[in-house]
């Protein structure tokens, strides 16, 4: 496929579980980003992936939450003793170049829901 | 205060109405983006832009660099436009790529 693609869709975890969220931008796309998007609200920026390098990780909300790129393309977000109110849709973006210019594309996210 | 902040939260109108959505931002910018989100959808980017104003089909997008605020406009708006409309904005980086600061979306109802 053409876009970018996550999995899973959706993941339900009970408290305290570990989970690891999945990301396959756009062959080619040097920049990745994670967001989170509580219901009803906007995305909120979680981290920032140039190639292999983790430039910004100022969005993750705590140490409980991590994210890798290990080889530059696929990019893993593991959250660790999950809590109620990490539940959200975690999103994935990346974009051709590293520029502020250039356009972000989506993922269809992957719900997370936490019991 | 929300960085970026859209206005209204919530907007029903009949088919064919014209929509116009606002979106102020605080912050310097490099780059407005307007973005579509379907419920239990992925989010599509429908605009980019740093000045002027852009049109595709029916959606035309205004940015007002000096007063910091953006519009979307639909024209002869469907039902098939129904759909939570979000204001996103990249900061000036210095030549770094910087993740989108978002608004909280604007939940935009055509009716038939």
């Known amino acids: 496929g053409a876009g970018v693609s996550q999995s899973p869709r959706y993941k339900v975890a009970k408290r305290g579980q570990d989970v690891a969220l999945r990301c396959d931008p756009i062959s080619g796309h040097v920049s990745l980003f994670w967001y989170q998007q509580a219901l009803g609200q906007g995305p909120e920026f979680l981290t920032y992936f140039q190639n292999e390098a983790q430039l910004d990780k100022s969005g993750l909300p705590s140490d409980r939450f991590f994210a890798e790129r290990p080889e530059g393309s696929v990019s893993t977000l593991k959250i660790q003793r999950t809590q109620q109110e990490d539940s959200a849709v975690y999103l994935c973006?990346?974009?051709?170049?590293?520029?502020?210019?250039?356009?972000?594309?989506f993922g269809p996210g992957t719900r997370l829901t936490v019991l | 205060k929300n960085e970026v902040e859209q206005s209204p939260q919530n907007l029903t109108a009949q088919e064919g109405e014209f929509i116009t959505i606002n979106c102020s931002y605080s912050v310097g910018i490099s780059a407005l983006h307007w973005l579509q989100q379907h419920p239990g959808g992925g989010i599509v980017s429908l605009f980019m832009?740093?000045?002027g104003k852009k049109k595709h089909g029916r959606l035309i997008a205004t940015i007002n660099i000096q007063e910091k605020h953006s519009s979307l406009h639909i024209t002869a708006s469907h039902p098939r436009d129904s759909a939570v409309y979000i204001c996103a904005a990249t900061r000036r980086a210095g030549g770094g790529a910087d993740g989108l600061t978002f608004g909280k979306g604007t939940h935009l109802i055509i009716q038939p």
């Open positions: 973006a990346s974009s051709l170049v590293g520029t502020e210019f250039n356009e972000q594309f």
């Open positions: 832009l740093s000045s």
